[in-house]
């Protein structure tokens, strides 16, 4: 699917985290390891919150930076997941690693849309929004440490 306002891609970026948020489910069938169920949990509701934080962040914005066309259409994130294969069994290392890759192909969008944006206000958003995302990893990493380190104190 391909995009050409800036309303569909940020639109296009909240479904991306309710689709991520689907497959982080998806992936607990796969899983019998309470540290990875603690995990995947964790997760979810994090995508939970960013697809959330999203729709604040473009309630704020004005309907004239919503509507700027791009001069190119630009294509979604689709691939990303279509291209992402699952194991039979999953455990936190794999989880783990999904989640990096899927953060960075959200960072790289925004990068992406950045580079391509004609308006310099609708740059500053995405370089805004590629900013958010990549404190968010990184709050994430924290949580995930967090996590691990309470696993092996109690296990």
Known sequence: MAFNQTREILDHARDFHRR???FYTELQDLTQDSETRNLLNTLIAHENVLEGRLKEYEDGVS????DT???YMVD???SYFSAYEVPDQVDSKYVIEAARYFDDCLSGYYREMARKALSE???EIL?????LEMREQMSLSKRVLE???SYYAHG
């Open 147 to 149: 996590l691990n380190s």
């Open 20 to 22: 991520l948020s689907r």
């Open 121 to 123: 206000k609708v740059r």
């Open 63 to 66: 309907s004239n930076i919503l």
């Open 76 to 78: 979604g994130t689709d």
């Open 127 to 131: 370089f805004n929004l590629m900013n």
């Open 69 to 71: 066309f791009f001069k």
